[in-house]
């Protein structure tokens, strides 16, 4: 209990820097989860912040949403990211489900390791537009039996 009580307050400096870099002073909520096993050999949290989305478009690509992601590994060891997904329920009841993109490093890769005791960003994208509002669900995606449905935080 005590660590997850931890784990809540760096999420909530995390996002509470990232307000203080944009020089905003609103609040920006997130979605997180800690996943760890007895062992703490997989020991890491997730943050998904919907207030960071941003709709891209050009002529050169189909228009697309993003929005950013931290792994945060606590563990010694690294922790091998194999493509997961974010699944969101709309609450109009539509049911989005990022993809993978041609990435191959940065912070719009699939597929990357986070080394232990460090923090990796990435960017998870849709083809549908919205915004944070729109937002009912959220849930990680770690494989068919791996389905982490992430607390949401209001960081107020």
């Not at 993809?99 to 990435?122: E, M, P, R």
């Amino acid at each position: 209990m005590l660590k997850k009580q931890l784990i809540l307050a760096l999420l909530v400096l995390l996002a509470f820097g990232a307000n203080a870099q944009s020089g905003s002073t609103k609040k920006n909520p997130f979605y997180y989860e800690l996943i760890s096993n007895d062992s703490k050999t997989t020991n890491f949290v997730f943050g998904f912040y919907p207030t960071t989305y941003t709709w891209e478009e050009s002529k050169d690509v189909e228009g697309f949403l993003h929005i950013k992601a931290a792994i945060i590994n606590n563990a010694s060891g690294a922790l091998e990211w194999n493509n997961y997904k974010i699944n969101i329920l709309l609450k109009s009841s539509k049911l989005l489900r990022s993809y993978t993109t041609v990435a191959k490093d940065g912070d719009f890769a699939c597929n990357y390791t986070v080394k232990g005791s460090t923090t990796h960003y990435q960017y998870f994208c849709f083809h549908t537009k919205f915004t944070a509002d729109d937002i009912d669900k959220v849930w990680l995606v770690l494989g068919d039996d791996q389905i982490f449905n992430l607390l949401y935080d209001k960081n107020e």
